[in-house]
């Protein structure tokens, strides 16, 4: 069954369109990333898909439930969202951020209870992170700090998790362990991940993690195509949209398959 | 077991400086003596005290530390919550308008019906929210990050209403009405009285109540827009409801006291290096500390010479090296 489901849907800001067309659904416990270039949408889409952008026309739909008319907390109980980046207005102990997960769960004239504190840390321990809980935030290198924004979206205990290029301003090691964690998440609690990024090979990463894995491969406001990682990540339509040329490299070993697509040239 | 000993400590020294508030002051008076005037007015003892003493202590002194210590806590307060709405450590209670609105509404009712003060809060109240109402309408008036519209809205507000009291100075009468007017703007404690208690603790007292009771909600409003309704927070039903708070407590204590500059500003950067930056912590310390402050800066006012000192030079004079002192001592911390 879907979780999440996109009916031709298409969003403008004011005469401009961003958003045209676009239909998806998402089933439960899968991967699905969303690839493009730069400026295709992926942002939006991402934006649209949490509520927190109205669709101009279409609908997106959350468990068949129209978001336009979910309240904000009702949304927040079913997506939690990982940003790109995340500015630290102050220096907050971690805990403080991970407890601000239990929101959706918390009267607005209330503070959070011994249980919500209990699930920050939990959330913090999966992440391995609970070392950390109480020093600032600010202190936190930017690998730690996306692990924190898991825990963070994991305190929610929500279904789905929502992530808009999360892996963008880590280092090579630090990106590494942010998709093992993922990794491990969904194949720990069948949780769904909605994750928009700027590289073909995560897509490759999961599938050869053996997690359930779809790519839709957005150009220009629209989707150009959907399926599994190799159906959509080929060669041919990496020099259609990117203008390159890549290979795509199948390798077997003792650990199963391994697929990568690598880059080789542009053209001009 | 410290941080236990920090929260009783703060829970009891605004009652404390209260209290220790009745002995301070040109008219020397022994402990028995304001003792005896506390008795009488409670009840509790029958001996008769000396005229002068209930009028030093019960009329003066008392109410004088009470609205210091609300209108310290309120803008104290205000303050912490502007600073995490804004997510800049270096807004204070003032920033949507309200001290510039409310110093143009005194000015205009010292100007139309004299020194009224019943006309001097009303008008330097409604102005105190108009201004932030207007500032609230440039501000919101964009889609895109509202939050730097709201502070440019409050620049704006601000600048409007400041160059109009400059105006009602232009015109008042130099004799009588400017003085006023200038007085005003410096802000005392002076007139306070129980009835200027009764009327101003409401404003003050909703607006504090209702950010204590929300302040955990302050830390997620700190964040982006857009992570904070993914949490699940109604932003702009919920911001809206925190500046409202905000803007009673602040219009509440500037419409009694004047203009007090610093005390918004710098008394939640004492409560951060207190209690952190939590705000479930950090909005009861500042409530403490900003009541406290203003009660110790007020005895300073009226005992330093023998004419009064006007509270806002002190708050600023005393406040802002304090802030020098505090932003090299915190250096690096992430703000």
Aim: one cysteine or more; proline letters at 4%; charged letters at 15%.
């Amino acid at each position: 069954m879907s979780i999440i489901e996109a009916e031709k849907a298409s969003f403008s800001y004011g005469q401009q369109n961003v958003l045209q067309n676009i239909s998806m659904k998402v089933r439960e416990g899968e991967m699905f990333c969303l690839f493009g270039p730069n400026g295709c949408g992926k942002t939006t889409l991402i934006q649209c898909l949490l509520g927190i952008l109205k669709t101009s026309s279409g609908t997106i739909r959350l468990r068949g439930r129209d978001i336009r008319s979910m309240k904000a907390v009702e949304i927040a109980r079913e997506l939690a969202y990982i940003p790109q980046a995340h500015e630290k207005p102050f220096p907050y102990k971690v805990i403080d951020v991970v407890l601000m997960g239990r929101v959706s769960y918390t009267g607005l004239f209330s503070l959070p209870k011994k249980e919500d504190r209990k699930t920050a840390e939990e959330a913090l321990e999966r992440v391995g992170m609970l070392s950390f809980k109480d020093k600032p935030y600010t202190q936190l290198s930017g690998g730690e700090t996306q692990l924190v924004m898991v825990a963070r979206a994991l305190a929610q205990q929500t279904p789905v998790l929502v992530m808009d290029e999360p892996t963008a301003h880590l280092d090579f090691r630090n990106e590494l362990g942010f998709l093992e964690t993922i990794v491990r998440l969904v194949k720990d609690t069948k949780i769904t991940v909605v994750m928009a990024t700027h590289f073909p090979n995560h897509a490759f990463y999961f599938e050869n993690s053996n997690i359930e894995s779809r790519v839709a491969l957005m150009n220009e406001k629209m989707f150009y195509a959907q399926g599994r990682p190799d159906e959509v990540l080929t060669e041919y339509n990496m020099y259609d949209i990117f203008k390159i040329k890549s290979k795509l490299i199948a390798h077997q070993w003792e650990e199963g398959k391994l697929k990568q697509i690598l880059p080789i040239k542009t053209y001009g | 077991m410290r941080k236990k000993l920090t929260a009783a400590g703060l829970a009891v020294a605004p009652f404390l400086l209260i209290f220790i508030s009745l002995f301070i002051g040109r008219y020397p008076l022994s402990m028995g003596q304001v003792i005896g005037v506390l008795g009488i007015k409670t009840g509790l003892s029958a001996t008769a005290p000396l005229p002068i003493h209930i009028n030093v202590v019960w009329d003066i002194r008392l109410p004088r530390a009470i609205l210091g210590a609300l209108v310290g806590g309120s803008l104290a307060v205000s303050g912490a919550a502007f600073q995490g709405l804004f997510r800049n450590p270096l807004v204070s209670s003032g920033v949507l308008g309200v001290s510039a609105g409310a110093g143009f509404g005194a000015s205009l009712a010292i100007i139309l019906f004299g020194s009224d003060t019943f006309y001097v809060y009303a008008f330097a109240f409604c102005f105190g929210i108009l201004a932030v109402v207007l500032s609230y309408v440039i501000g919101t008036n964009y889609t895109s990050t509202p939050t730097i519209m709201l502070v440019l809205g409050g620049v704006v507000v601000s600048s409007i209403f400041s160059s109009l009291v400059s105006l009602l100075k232009y015109i008042a009468d130099p004799y009588e009405q400017l003085p006023s007017i200038v007085f005003w703007l410096m802000g005392s404690m002076a007139s306070a009285r129980f009835k200027d208690i009764a009327i101003s603790a409401i404003p003050m007292g909703v607006g504090m109540a209702g950010l204590v009771a929300m302040r955990w909600r302050l830390n997620v409003l700190s964040m982006d827009d857009r992570e904070a309704q993914a949490l699940g927070v109604n932003i702009i039903f919920v911001k809206g409801l925190a500046i409202l708070f905000a803007t009673l407590a602040t219009a509440g204590a500037v419409c009694v006291s004047g203009v007090i500059g610093w005390v918004g500003l710098v008394v939640p950067h004492m409560g951060r290096m207190l209690s952190g930056n939590d705000n479930t912590v950090l909005v009861p310390t500042c409530l403490s500390i900003g009541a406290g402050y203003l009660i110790i800066v007020d005895n300073v006012a009226r005992t330093l010479t023998g004419s009064e000192i006007p509270l806002g030079i002190l708050t600023s004079i005393m406040g802002a090296p304090f802030f020098v002192y505090l932003l090299k001592k915190t250096k690096g911390r992430g703000w």
